[in-house]
């Protein structure tokens, strides 16, 4: 007899998503993800001037503000067929990698380590094993035991007030929880720093961006930032000498923190290597241009269908016709009007129309998006194994370093494939975040020397035709693919569609009835516990799940359901 | 070290009350001056971004929509042992984010020093720019005990002159 779970709200995500499984035999063997919010940014675009387009859209939501910024810009300046001055493209790289950096730390240690990390457990260990564990794996400065020995006197006194505070909630003591009490104060040791560390990366973009969260600095053309030398109220020397210091103390986390505790976490938990699979087509985008035209990218991307690398299909430019031509959402399963089959982006429709929880009509507000008629996952592990095929050498490196860790620390080898899956999606989103911080390193190095030639220029004004145009926007953005579609009209916005990473990773089934990414993902994770589905988020959560933006106006209706409280 | 303190107001001023704090550090930023060692916030609904404008502060005051249980638009003043619990309580619905900030300077080794929380029992949390009728009213009372606070403190918060205000304001308008 199986046994219906359904998790409302799947909490430590920005927006609302529903997840309801059916459990049989302690396992998942049917799953459905739904998007409990209604967006509708693109019906406040209607009629609007395409030069603010990226203003309003980067309102979707407060945590990735940079990137429906950066993507609304590109997809007018498209539509337009414009250059963009090489420095607005660097400068637009760095906040780009900036965020993705700071969203990367953020995910892993105060979104998910929570799944994996019993900081109750990290009571019991001893501060100078720990030290001596973290010195064996890594030479950053903060694993010394007088520091082991703080943090579990300061969780101490902690719980001691009765109050978890941040931690209140957690699957404490569950059976799925394997690590020792000194892995799990060295988690919790790390789970502070990081605290302190992802600040540094929030700086670059407010520096830049002038503003976070929400920046203010893009525009239709270029960016608006002056650059000169000589002033201290513009982009000078001393602004990008502080960001060059927020770098290496990145660097320094990313590489010697953030990568090593994901190996150790991935090889102690390497069952979770077999559960998580879900749909193996996987879509990425090239990102972090490096000309004035978006021909030419620091960072490959593409599609790879199946799992298989030899057939991956690059996507080389802004305009590239084989992306654009590839997407469609569908809404067979999505409360909105449809009966047209899957539309393309430009011919996209928004019209609410709300059932109610139908197991095989429909029951989520996020649409099913498509590439060429095949649901796809994106996000780091799509981009990590578009790097594989695309034998990209930073990608390959970092990627290569975390798997060797992991197979040291597990003392067994660790295939390729262990990647498609719920402890694979967190290894990517590190090697990702190792590679971006190389990125980084890069991008500023190319700014500096851009400006020392002389270039200031930093925006290309638009100019509107008159009649219809159109263009797209992509961005490969923390949580995968997102791409803007915008149709102008005398200047005007006649449609604008955003399919962003989270409607391709928490589709509902498409129009075939073939399910989403997470709903995929799903089948097979064992539950030891239907009370405490705490496997179940790991999952989920493995996919940095952001709703905010996925879901097309508050649902009022409060639906009666047993609702498993969770974290 | 000169003493260092914050008077945040927090909020969402899309749903009508829920913005009373907001509205209150604004208010307080438009007629008073203030001095160097005082931070005025507007901490809107944000969170963690908040983590390093709230270290190491020698006072912290929270202006926030109270739900108390009292008579709509009563003015509350909770200092002490009494914060923990407003916390505890979750008395006003964005709270579990700065209840985290707050938690996280106290993992961290650097929480306040002291915190006082003041708010309104809000009349009407419905999606809505702007207060209330009742909670507008007590607004100047709130921002007034406020200042009564810092005056206390021997900060010395100054009213700008209302003639100093209406000089400025056209040019501020044009």
């Known amino acids: 007899m199986a046994n219906r779970i359904t998790i409302d709200p799947i909490t430590r995500i920005e927006g609302h998503l529903r997840i309801d499984c059916e459990v049989d035999g302690g396992k998942v063997t049917k799953a459905w993800a739904s998007g409990q919010m209604w967006r509708g940014v693109e019906q406040i675009l209607l009629g609007r001037d395409p030069r603010d387009a990226w203003a ?3 309102r979707i939501c407060g945590v990735c503000t940079t990137v429906h910024a950066i993507v609304s810009v590109r997809a007018v300046e498209n539509a337009l067929k414009m250059e963009v001055p090489l420095n607005a493209q660097l400068i637009r790289n760095m906040i780009i990698s900036a965020h993705a950096i700071h969203d990367h730390i953020v995910h892993f240690y105060h979104l998910s380590a929570l799944d994996w990390v019993d900081v109750v457990s990290a009571l019991k260990a001893d501060p100078v094993k720990t030290a001596q564990l973290a010195e064996s794996l890594s030479t950053w ?55 302190d560390v992802q600040r540094k990366a929030n700086k670059i973009v407010a520096i830049l961006g002038s503003k976070t969260p929400h920046i203010q600095n893009v525009a239709v053309g270029g960016v608006a930032n002056p650059i000169a030398t000589d002033s201290q109220s513009v982009l000078g020397v001393e602004r990008l000498l502080a960001i060059k210091g927020y770098i290496d103390e990145l660097a320094d986390f990313v590489n010697n923190v953030y990568l090593v ?48 690398l030899a057939g991956y299909k690059p996507i080389t430019s802004f305009n590239d016709a084989y992306f654009r031509d590839g997407v469609k959402e569908s809404v067979k399963h999505a409360w909105y009007k449809g009966g047209k089959g899957a539309l393309h982006p430009y011919k996209g429709e928004t019209i609410p129309q709300y059932t109610d929880f139908q197991d095989d009509g429909k029951y989520s507000w996020v649409k099913s998006p498509t590439f060429y008629g095949d649901t796809v996952q994106v996000g780091p592990l799509a ?17 290569n370093r975390v798997i060797g860790m992991a197979e040291s620390i597990a003392k067994t080898k660790i295939p390729l494939d262990a990647l498609h899956s719920t402890i694979g999606r967190h290894a990517a989103r590190a090697v990702v975040c190792g590679s971006m911080v190389e990125n980084l390193q890069q991008q500023w190095q190319l700014l500096v020397d851009n400006i020392a030639k002389g270039d200031v220029k930093t925006f290309n004004k638009p100019e509107f035709p008159k009649g219809e145009v159109s263009g797209f926007g992509f961005h490969e953005a923390p949580r995968g693919v ?30 075939q009835d073939v399910a989403g990414p997470y709903e995929a993902a799903l089948i097979g994770t064992p539950i030891a516990d239907p009370e405490r589905p705490l496997e179940v988020l790991r999952t989920v959560h493995s996919f940095d799940p952001c709703l905010a933006c996925a879901v097309h106006v508050l649902d009022t209706e409060q639906n009666e359901l047993v609702k498993v409280r969770a974290l | 070290m000169a003493m260092r303190v914050v008077v945040l107001g927090i909020g969402n001023i899309l749903l009508s009350d829920e913005g009373v704090g907001v509205h209150a550090v604004e208010a307080l930023r438009a007629d008073y001056q203030v001095p160097a060692e005082l931070t005025l916030i507007d901490g809107g609904t944000s969170a963690m971004e908040l983590l390093e404008d709230l270290e190491g502060l020698d006072l912290l005051i ?60 809000p009349v009407s949390l419905e999606t809505r720019l702007g207060l209330t009728e009742p909670v507008a009213a007590r607004l100047p ?5 406020v200042v009564d606070e810092l005056g206390a403190r021997d900060l010395a918060v100054r009213a700008r002159s209302v003639a100093a205000v209406n000089r400025m304001s056209p040019a501020l308008l044009a």
């Open chain 1, 383 to 399: 981009r990590v194994l578009a790097w594989a095929a695309a034998k990209y050498e930073p990608g390959l490196r970092h990627l």
């Open chain 2, 141 to 145: 009372e709130l921002v007034q005990a």
């Open chain 1, 261 to 308: 505790d994901v190996a150790a976490i991935g090889a102690f938990y390497a069952d979770w290597t077999k559960y998580g699979k879900g749909i193996t087509n996987y879509l990425s985008v090239p990102d972090l241009p490096l000309d004035t035209k978006g021909t030419k990218f620091a960072v490959p991307g593409g599609y790879i269908k199946g799992g298989d």
């Open chain 1, 482 to 511: 997102l791409s803007h579609w915008v149709v102008i009209k005398d200047g005007a916005i006649k449609n604008y569609q955003a399919v962003v990473p989270t409607t391709w990773n928490a589709a509902p089934r498409n129009e």
């Open chain 1, 56 to 58: 309003i859209t980067q």
């Open chain 2, 62 to 121: 929270i202006l926030d929509a109270v739900r108390a249980g009292r008579a709509p638009a009563t003015l509350i003043r909770l200092s002490g042992n009494q914060v923990p619990v407003f916390f505890r309580a979750r008395l006003s619905p964005h709270q579990v984010g700065l209840a985290e900030v707050l938690a996280t300077l106290d993992l961290l080794g650097n929480p306040p020093r002291e915190t006082i929380v003041f708010g309104i029992e």
């Open chain 1, 141 to 195: 400065g903060g694993n010394g035991r007088h520091e082991m020995t703080r943090v579990k006197e300061k969780l101490v006194a902690y719980v001691k007030t009765g109050q978890l505070g941040i931690f209140t909630n957690g699957y404490w003591g569950h059976p799925a929880m394997k690590l020792s009490p000194e892995v799990n104060l060295l988690a919790t040791a790390h789970y502070l720093q990081a605290l």
